[in-house]
T-cell receptor, first 114, second 115 residues
Framework: DVKVTQSSRYLVKRTGEKVFLECVQD?????MFWYRQDPGLGLRLIYF???????EKGDIPEGYSVSREKKERFSLILESASTNQTSMYLC?????????????FGEGSRLTVL | AQSVAQPEDQVNVAEGNPLTVKCTYS??????LFWYVQYPNRGLQFLLK??????LVKGSYGFEAEFNKSQTSFHLKKPSALVSDSALYFC?????????????FGSGTRLLVRP
């Protein structure tokens, strides 16, 4: 079965802390994505990656960075967490095929910044 | 720019009745279209997709969606709703001309099925 695993389901952090959100996929997918989900706004793309050590900015990259040192792992980093980064974070992966583009999602990481 | 609109924040329907969740899209080229479902405190699960061919697409759990190019719509439908269909539904689009493989999502529609 396809599996995207996000290491933390729930996190509570303080303003200014550095936060790491980890995502691992076991499908040998080249593409990986980080979205944030907020009520009424749907999912917004933060960053994505086509391959190891490659990254591209999405629609809302400010305040975030990413790391992809291995193909199966894509990390989202909040260098200095702020309260407006309280959100649900969703990791996804896909195989770069013309006929699919289907994303496989993890269970999400709900981050609260106090 | 690509965009997706889901005009209804919530859809209410009685169990056994047909349901429709609306989605319209805007892309510069031809679209790939997707529907996902999210149950409480869970990630998104894939329901169905339109790539090419037949405008009526059948997916998981008895759902189907109809691609209408002239109306730029991709409405999700089910002939007979179940209480267990209550969830948050997202429509998504990718422009075939966009090589990034990223999906643009709508704001989501909450479906509530009454017993």
């Amino acid at each position: 079965d396809v599996k995207v695993t996000q290491s933390s389901r729930y996190l509570v952090k303080r303003t200014g802390e550095k936060v790491f959100l980890e995502c691992v996929q076991d499908m040998d997918h080249e593409n990986m994505f980080w979205y944030r989900q907020d009520p009424g706004l749907g999912l917004r793309l933060i960053y994505f990656s086509y391959d190891v050590k490659m990254k591209e900015k999405g629609d809302i990259p400010e305040g975030y960075s990413v790391s992809r040192e291995k193909k199966e792992r894509f990390s989202l980093i909040l260098e200095s967490a702020s309260t407006n980064q309280t959100s649900m974070y969703l990791c996804a992966s896909s195989f770069p095929s013309e006929n699919t583009g289907e994303l496989f999602f993890g269970e999400g990481s709900r981050l609260t910044v106090l | 720019a690509q965009s997706v609109a889901q005009p209804e924040d919530q859809v209410n329907v009685a169990e056994g009745n047909p349901l429709t969740v609306k989605c319209t899209y805007s892309v510069s080229g031809n679209p790939y279209l997707f529907w996902y479902v999210q149950y409480p405190n869970r990630g998104l699960q894939f329901l169905l997709k339109y790539i090419t061919g037949d405008n009526l697409v059948k997916g998981s759990y008895g759902f189907e969606a109809e691609f209408n190019k002239s109306q730029t719509s991709f409405h999700l439908k089910k002939p007979s709703a179940l209480v267990s269909d209550s969830a948050l539904y997202f429509c998504a689009v990718r422009d075939r001309m966009d090589s990034s493989y990223k999906l643009i999502f709508g704001s989501g529609t909450r479906l509530l099925v009454r017993p």
